[in-house]
């Protein structure tokens, strides 16, 4: 598992871009509320970190991570967001009803990208079972919430030296 190799709050600053000026849309899942409250939080102490001001980060709710998309082309509508951060949790069920939610966002996600043609990042576990989201909303794996605001301003960069 790619993950086990790999610290998800492990970055180098010296490659990330400065997040000065720039404003972060967050959209966040209600559901499994314990772990995606705990990616918000990465996220946005990461984004603080890398020179986003708390006042440039706006924080939306969705009941669930079927809704993150519907949530993140709201959110992303506006010229002055920069980029939008997705977060969410689907854990393995005993029913199909993972296999749909995670493909629907998935695609939905991607769509959202070209469609707002700005970065949005899919900040979305999925996992076997609770303890991996645990283990990856700032257990022993880090915290996903820290790689999604991380990829945001590498993606926000990126498009600044793609102009150039």
Request: net charge positive; with cysteine; charged share 20%.
């Amino acid at each position: 598992m790619a993950t086990e190799l790999k610290n998800l709050s492990a970055y180098n600053p010296a490659e990330v871009p400065s997040g000065k000026g720039k404003r972060i849309a967050i959209v966040v899942a209600e559901w499994n509320h314990e772990i995606t409250g705990a990616l918000l939080n990465g996220a946005v102490n990461t984004l603080m970190a890398n020179g986003v001001a708390k006042s440039a980060i706006e924080v939306t709710y969705v009941p669930g991570t079927f809704e993150l998309t519907i949530g993140g082309l709201r959110a992303g509508k506006p010229k002055n967001v920069d980029a939008v951060i997705c977060i969410g949790c689907v854990i393995q069920g005993d029913t199909p009803h993972f296999d749909y939610i995670c493909q629907g966002v998935s695609y939905g996600i991607t769509e959202l990208n070209i469609k707002l043609e700005k970065p949005v990042i899919f900040g979305v576990l999925t996992t076997n079972t609770l303890q991996q989201a645990i283990d990856r909303a700032g257990g022993k794996h880090g915290n996903k919430g820290d790689e999604a605001a991380i990829t945001a301003l590498k993606m926000i960069g990126g498009k600044r030296s793609i102009k150039k």
